[in-house]
C-alpha cells in the first residue's frame, strides 16, 4: 500500500512539513507495511519557500536585507532554481513580523516586498514565483511600487511617503524609472476583488489593525489609488478575481509588474510533481489548520481532494478546527479534528504534534478496520 501524505501548515503551531511528519507518524503504526510519499504543500502564502526548499533539488538560498511592513529592517530569503527565483512575500511584509500592539494599517506598506523583487532578478532570476498571504499591509502595493521606482506626487508636484495614510493625497504617479522586470507569476489563495464588500479592506484588513471606523475612509483611498493606476497604466484589475489578496497585493503586482495571478495550490503543485504523486497512490492524506467553507476556495486540502477524486483515490482530511462539515463530506472520504477532548486553543496549539500525530492513528484505525487494508 503507498500512501501519499500532502499537507499545508497548520499557522501558528506547525509547518507543512511538521505536519507531514505528525501524520506519518500515526499511519505508520497502524500501516506499518506501507510505503509513503511526504508532500508538504502551500497555496500561495506563507509555506511557499519550505515547499520548494524541499521539493526541488536544485534551490539555492538567498538571504537579504529588507523593510518589514512598518519600515524595520529585518531579513527575508527567497530561492533560486536554476533562473526561476520564489518569493515568499511575508518574509517582508508578514503580519507575524509586526506585534499585535503596533499593527497600523494606515502606515504598513509593501515596500520590502519590492526589495525581493529587486534582489531576486539581482541575483539573476529570468523568471519570478511569488506567494502572497499572511500579510500585514493594506496599500495595494503602493509600497512595492515605490521600492521599484515608482514616485507619488501630490497637487503641489511634490513627492509623498508611500504609506497609506497619504494616498487620499496622491494626484499623479510617475513610472518612468521602473526597471524592466522578468515575467511574474502570483500564487494566490483566494479569489477577493480589490474593492467592496468582498475587497481587501472589508474582508481581512480587520485582522491587520483596522479599526471600524476607519473602514470607509479605507475604502475609499484604495479606490482614489486604483483609479490613479488604472488610468496611468490603462489597466484595470481592481474586480480580477485575486486582486484584493494580502491587502491588494495582487491588484498591484499585475498593474505595476504587469503579473499573472495563478491559483497558488496548483501552481505550487504543478511544480512540485503532486499530480503524479497522487496518481500513484492508493490512498492521500491532507490536512491544515481549518476545514470550512473557505478551503474549498482554493486552500491545500481542496485542491489535494481534486486531484485525487480525478485518478479515483481515496482521500481523508484532518484538521485543528472543523466547520461547514456538510460542505466537506462532498470533497473527502472522510474528515477528523485533532481535538478529541475539551481544550484551549492555546493548549491545542502547545501540543499540536502530538495531537496530529494521534487523530491520524485514529482514522488509519478507522480506515482499516471499515475499508479492510
Do not use: W
Request: some cysteine.
Amino acid at each position: 500500500m503507498h500512501i501519499v501524505i500532502a499537507p499545508d501548515k497548520f499557522k501558528g503551531s506547525l509547518t507543512a512539513i511538521e505536519a507531514a511528519a505528525a501524520i506519518h507518524a500515526g499511519f505508520s503504526q497502524v500501516f506499518p507495511e506501507a510505503t509513503f510519499d511526504l508532500l508538504p504543500l502551500a497555496d500561495g502564502g506563507e509555506g511557499i519557500l519550505e515547499a520548494f526548499s524541499r521539493g526541488v533539488s536544485d534551490a539555492e538560498n538567498y538571504t537579504v536585507t529588507v523593510k518589514n511592513a512598518l519600515g524595520h529592517e529585518v531579513c527575508a530569503e527567497f530561492i533560486l532554481s536554476g533562473k526561476t527565483a520564489v518569493i515568499e512575500s511575508s518574509q517582508a511584509n508578514g503580519l507575524y513580523l509586526i506585534p499585535f500592539a503596533d499593527r497600523d494599517i494606515s502606515r504598513a506598506n509593501t515596500f520590502g516586498v519590492g526589495q525581493l523583487i529587486l534582489a531576486a532578478v539581482a541575483a539573476g532570476a529570468e523568471k519570478i514565483l511569488i506567494g502572497i498571504g499572511g500579510s500585514a499591509t493594506n496599500d495595494a502595493a503602493l509600497g512595492l511600487a515605490a521600492a521599484l521606482g515608482c514616485v507619488f506626487l501630490d497637487a503641489n508636484e511634490e513627492e509623498i511617503e508611500p504609506i497609506p495614510a497619504n494616498i487620499p493625497r496622491i494626484a499623479r504617479i510617475v513610472s518612468s524609472s521602473m526597471p524592466p522586470l522578468p515575467p511574474i507569476t502570483v500564487a494566490c489563495d483566494v479569489a477577493n476583488p480589490l474593492l467592496g464588500d468582498r475587497g481587501a479592506t472589508r474582508v481581512y484588513a480587520p485582522q491587520k489593525g483596522l479599526l471600524s471606523e476607519q473602514a470607509d475612509e479605507t475604502e475609499a483611498a484604495l479606490k482614489h489609488f486604483a483609479s490613479l493606476a488604472n488610468a496611468h497604466f490603462k489597466t484595470n484589475f481592481t474586480e480580477t478575481p485575486g486582486a484584493g489578496a494580502a491587502g491588494g497585493l495582487g491588484y498591484g503586482l499585475m498593474t505595476f509588474c504587469q503579473a499573472n495571478l495563478e491559483s497558488g495550490f496548483h501552481c505550487i503543485a504543478k511544480a512540485l510533481g503532486a499530480e503524479e504523486k497522487i496518481a500513484a497512490a492508493d490512498l492521500v492524506v491532507t490536512a491544515e489548520g481549518s476545514l470550512d467553507a473557505q478551503t474549498l476556495e482554493g486552500k491545500t486540502p481542496h485542491g489535494v481532494s481534486q486531484l485525487a477524486r480525478k485518478y479515483g483515490k481515496p482521500v481523508y482530511a484532518l484538521a485543528g478546527r472543523l466547520a461547514d462539515e456538510e460542505l466537506l463530506f462532498h470533497h473527502f472520504d472522510g474528515i477528523a479534528s485533532l481535538v478529541n477532548a475539551p481544550m484551549t486553543l492555546e493548549e491545542a496549539i502547545a501540543n499540536a504534534p502530538d495531537l496530529l500525530g494521534k487523530a491520524a492513528a485514529r482514522m488509519a484505525h478507522t480506515i482499516r478496520s471499515v475499508k479492510g487494508y
